[in-house]
């Protein structure tokens, strides 16, 4: 054990804990700045003895945090791969560390334990020091949100894709996670009477039913609406992950009539006619925060709130959108069509009505017809349609997987948080974008308190998806028929 | 890399994810109920693959603080350490894990550092995921803090001691290293008008220059006084750590001056007459977080509001206590009386002057009359020792050393931080407490902002103290006449 | 008409908006600064046209409230005097409009109405535009109530003492009044999480119960108590009346119970057991608000909100003090001593039990004995004492009469407030305050919603007190006994 | 003095305090239930002697206000026309107690000035009395300042007219002035992050530059403009009235620049390069405070405000809108045309000019030109009007007068409050508003701190006004061009 330190002390002395030194040369092409600046400003790795020192590296991480600003669209990518390639993991340590391990395994269990802990010590990537520092500046955590967003970006377009740069995103998601863990996050309720500056973030970040003007959003703060964000101490002013939420007698089959009927915006709640919540939306606003958990927790907390306002509330559902649900009957329909087996998506019946109206062969014409919203005008194909799409519909969301989950990421989130898929809804969204993504079906997925941890905890496992009878129904008709 | 899930799922179905068996029996003889519920309460490390899915443990979270709290206290040492060694790292999985990582070293390097996080990923131990799963309850992260405040008085009175205890014990410093980083404290300043618990909670924790009653707390918030405090968002109307500042023209030789004086309390503040910082007291309020680094980054911040209130603001220095002063003192007497070297610690004029006053043995008798606080009523005696009372204080801070660093905890932590040891000041603290610690010497360890960050660096590194002449032309004295 | 604005414009002329010159001098013997100082200060009456337009008296306003701070105990009695003697009502203003008044009686009435408008005008006093010029400062509305208090105190020990300045007192009572009618005051709950300053401030204010300590006033803000303020936006961080109560599951009958008990300080309130509010201290803390009636509204107030908090609320009593029974009780007993009618105070029976305990004259002895709180140590004397003493009470306050209302004070203004004498209480407060006031015997003046508006309009017209059967029946034995 | 209460008491019992009688029939021909809701709510006036007793009329006052609120727009003018008739005054008390007045006048000054008291009292109109309980309920303030504004919009537009409507007018302005004084108001500065329902109302108080959109309100809060508001506690969330100031380097000559450039909205404010304060718009935005100065203590407060924040700022200064400067030169071009006296507005070289491109009559054929906004767009008219437009305009701010002061109403505020009439500016509101008003001109009245009182307390008193060199030069060629 007595070498411990002295090993330490040697690689210590050849990097130096202020980062004068970097610890190798980096092959990149770079400009000379970039590994100036990287040298300069990303800590060494503290000896394990030093490891919870404070270490004052505020002026470095500044430096660092400015250079980065200052970089152009194209020298970032460059910049991330040659941080995440130079900065990364000590292999030759870690394996050095683990010969340790295994020669103290017969010795007494505290030595072992330590042995394990340094190992544990060197998996640290390099870069991870420098990036607690930065944390500790002021706007030093959206700081490293934003850096995510930026990897994340790279990684989609292709403008930077190394090993070490998919594990620097790795890193920065559990990191993220840890920060952002539910017991550091603040529950706000957004009104009108909030401030200007969130609820228009609140209005440019809403994905689902973008809002079009301040009429809008007041509607989704006002009565019969409440509108509930998370935020955190570290990044003040910005709402990360937003939840609409209805207040209405029933489970909602229409999305208009949330987001733009026109009640007298002075009405006052009453509060008797209040039994149903309805999550019409909900928001992440950091793209940094991909995949790190929020949704969950942020509609378990609004729950609990909305329990305690209204003790009598007995209905929680979501309104859906379904996104992709047009795109798979798209290629579902090509499939048959290439296949020849028109007859297994439509009953004879529903072929024939069609035929009737379509000149021409069906599924080509329809395949046509189905590309743009004009057939909604069409109140004959609409009554026509309804059945098949439905029933295709129910199909889509219960039966078609991804990696053993529902395919429908809508369906998985809230699968995930243990709702039950209870309900499909024809017409539910004719705004042209509902059309475009699922025809302006829109699905209830439906929270029944007492189960959802039950089923949460079964679809994480067995990927068993509870569903209503309708849905059932629906799914077992298109079995038949279909042969999906 | 097929074979991994395969490798995960088998676990995953051995154990379940929802802790509803444990990993293995324990040999303890605790009764059946605390492995019950320990078996029921910590979850199951989830699959790699599902590292970061919600986790909805709320309930046996829950239950899990409920039991803890109502364990007695001879039944909590025994339960932490069944928790330690029955839920920690699973040795034989990180050593497969590790097989794997040499397996692919020639591999591409992708597989290489996806292998490695898998090995990461193996060293977490089991029952940090319950810990992240209690931090999310209400209240959640200040029973973590209690629950390490119980392990370390646990450790410290040896009520239980094991290996995985003590790894525990590291575990969750490192964890809560991480929560209460700086970017995630809000600092506030505390006034006469700040709520009465939080002014109540300071006064109890004061643990520097204890708070008699609370016209001796109000004169601490009032005028030409400041008092700051972290909190955290997870622990709210909870100071973390407590500084309180003296506004002075001139670096203060003296606490009761401070704490003690009676100025009119109305008195309002003459701006022009402030130009020093003094910092008497530096008090830590949470047992748990010890060994977690906040006191520096108070100090840090504490300065730059202090520069922004008064801009020509131009000392900083603290006001500090030397604890173990006396004992040091005593036990170097012991040792030259034992060895026959008086004449190590006196000078002769000095040892004259002493045996004109002293019958019998002077270093004997000396011993005894510095065992009470006696000594300061006779002027004779206070102008005799303060000559090398001073000298042998300077030797104390500068010369004694623990590990490389300074003996004394409270210029350790000031000179980490970069400052200099500036001055120690005579009949500084005529309390009893002061006189029992340290003959009522006091230190000013002074913080001159533009060399701060470099002397850290330099003391952490190499362990340099930087001084002032007072105190180096004193040690010099010293180890000229003393040997020490 | 047309002659108004010329009027006007003589007086204007001669007098100067400014203040630049005083309207006459003033015969008094004060030295000549406090007439200058008044001339400068104290503007004059603007023209009747130009009454709303805005003058900026700022800086003559700050000089009057400067040079008043400065002047010493005896300079400020004559000042004020001065003020209210040289810059009040123009009399003969008053004269000449009210002649203009006769002359339009018989024109329109809109000549009539402003005529009358005038002369309403020309009643306002000078100093009142100096008094509206304060208010505007900062701190202006504090230092009015400040000179109020001022005034009352003068009056009251005799060191100033005119018609016109008692007229300016009646005044500002008015003024007062205006200012901090309900509209503009508001409520605060006071709690152990209220600012330090606030809690201070309510310790020292509390006149009915001392607060001896931090640990007193700690519980009376801690569960199953509640204390309520009303703060004014123009005095921030002065409570102006508090009010503390008790919740408890029955109306009660003693004060030390409820302030001194200790029950576990962090125990939970268990709403369960809350069915009674007590106002057990109620306390006007600016005695320059004298005759501006808060406590009614306070009590209103706060009646609302605790049934709010506690929808099944449904008792609502005070536990009040009877501050002055024991001094009436002792003229009575030196009356009827100097009559020799000592058999209209006891009855027989009663009379003959104090004869066995007392030697000599019953009457003198016990006018002896009742002269300080030894008797409570004598069960024997406690016992006889309590039906003769509780009769007298229940007589005290039901038939001792002042302007027609309750002799007592506090009795008075629960009656007002429509309250019912509901009971008296033996041995309610042993304090030796409680002793000495009323032999311990303390009332609960209960509060029947729906009732209290009826019986206060009753009481402010016919006086007529309602009173519980248990009073009444003491009242009808003393009147059969005492002839009072 | 004795018979004072007699009187009272004969009274009191006649009328009864509580409303349940009035004091005589309305011979009016409104429906009877008006009679009977004002029978039961307007309460009696109490007698003198209970003046001050607290008045519990909660739920006749309630009644009156829900009362009012549901009468349509035909009968509030016809109710408040009767209140204002059946419940004033009671102008017999009035002449008794004046008697009385008379009759003591020779005795002592006590008695004289209770009398005096009494006769003020009875000047009270009886409406007052409910008022004052209307503003103890919850938004009863704001139910008085509503009432006023539809009084004084029927007094505008004579659906309503009587004396005594005009007389509660008055009383309820004074009532109101003494509410809103200075003492009571909070300012407050608005940000982007003030809530979204003042910015909402802010933008629709905005009367002299409309705000189009959110992104100009956006502008008008953001970095180099303030905007403040006046609050009062009893009107939670409602501004009273509005100051934009923006923050520039120069006295501003034109309000595009000021209120439609975009400048990047991110741009943060250059400290250096501030040196003046430009006030571009003040809006009233209640109406029933007509007639309440707010806008003088609101500019005062603001520049102290601003002087905190800017240390340096040196000059302040309005850019002003003159509202009626075109409809003052169609009338004086219409007056010099039917008495032919055309060469009195222009110099023989501008006519000449004007003949060079107008055919026909040349004062005729302008005052067309003119009508529209046209003219504009002709760079050559523009050139030529601007010496007589610019000439004319400084002789109407200057030299036209309304009741002794300035007719036009921004130049009689702003000199009011001590500006001086300092530069008016050509072409510097080329909006359709501005043109029309006043040909594009706009004026600079620029406060000057230290003379600002001075000039307020002259232009009060003798009427004689401030002007820059510019503007009298103007003055003078005007006078001797135009003879005006």
Redesign the interface.
């Known amino acids: 054990m007595a070498r411990w330190p002295l090993l330490w002390a040697q690689r210590w002395k050849a990097a130096t ?2 980062g004068l030194s970097s610890r190798g040369g980096s092959a990149s092409t770079a400009g000379p700045d970039m590994d100036d600046v990287l040298r300069r400003t990303v800590a060494a790795v503290p000896p394990y003895e ?1 490891r ?5 590296q505020e ?1 470095s991480s500044r430096e660092f945090v400015q250079f980065y600003r200052g970089l152009g669209a194209a020298e970032r990518p460059l910049f991330l791969t040659k941080l995440a390639a130079d900065y990364g ?1 000590d ?1 030759g340590l ?2 050095e560390l ?1 010969g340790r ?2 020669e103290v ?1 017969s010795r ?3 030595t ?2 330590q042995a ?2 340094r ?2 010590y060197s ?1 640290t990537p390099r870069y991870k020091f420098l990036i ?1 520092h930065i ?3 002021e706007e ?2 959206k700081f490293i949100v934003d850096l995510r967003a930026d990897i994340l970006q790279f990684l989609q377009n292709k403008t930077a894709d190394s ?2 740069l ?2 620097m995103n ?1 890193i920065l ?2 990191l993220l ?3 952002f ?4 996050l ?1 529950l706000e309720r957004i009104t ?6 969130l ?2 973030k609140i209005s440019e970040y809403e994905a689902v039913h973008p809002v079009r003007n ?1 009429a809008d959003i ?1 509607r989704r703060v006002g009565p019969y609406r409440r509108c509930y964000v998370f935020t955190h ?2 990044m003040p ?1 910005e709402p990360l992950i937003v939840l609409h939420v209805a207040l209405t007698d029933n489970i909602s089959n229409n999305i208009q009539a949330i987001v733009r009927k026109d009640p007298s915006l002075e009405t006052t709640e009453d509060v008797n006619k209040i039994t149903t919540a309805i999550f019409y939306s909900i928001s992440s606003s950091q793209r940094g925060l991909q ?3 929020l949704g ?2 942020l509609i ?1 907390r609004v729950v609990k709130e909305l329990q305690v306002e209204f003790p009598h509330m007995s209905q929680f559902s979501s309104l859906s959108p379904i996104p992709d649900f047009t795109k798979w009957l798209r290629g579902t329909l090509s499939f048959k069509i290439k296949e020849g087996k028109s007859n297994q998506i439509f009953t004879e019946l529903e072929y024939k009505e069609l035929q009737d109206i379509i000149e021409g062969p069906v599924l080509e014409k329809l395949q046509h017809l189905l590309s743009n919203n004009e057939w909604v005008k069409s109140d004959k194909l609409v009554r026509i349609l309804e059945t098949p799409l439905m029933r295709l519909c129910a199909w889509y969301l219960y039966g078609e997987k991804h990696r053993g989950g529902a395919l429908d990421p809508v369906a998985n989130f809230h699968l ?3 709702a039950v898929i209870w309900r499909i809804n024809w017409l539910a969204d004719t705004s042209p974008r509902g059309l475009s993504s699922s025809f302006g079906i829109m699905a209830n997925y439906r929270y029944f308190l007492e189960d959802a ?1 039950r089923n ?2 079964q679809y ?2 067995t990927r068993q998806i509870e569903a209503s009878k309708q849905i059932l129904s629906l799914v077992a008709q298109c079995q038949t028929i279909s042969k999906l």
């Open positions: 804990w202020l030093m919870e020192k404070p270490a004052l002026a993991t292999h870690v394996s683990y391990v295994r395994q007494d269990l505290g072992l334990l394990e802990d190992l544990r998996l607690s944390c500790r500046l030093g955590v090993p070490q998919r594990e790795g998601k559990t996670s840890d920060w863990s539910i017991g550091f603040n009108w009477q909030s401030s200007c500056d609820l228009q301040w007041k101490n570290a002013r995949g790190v958990e969950t927790y378990k995930q948080n243990g941890n949460s905890v994480l496992r």
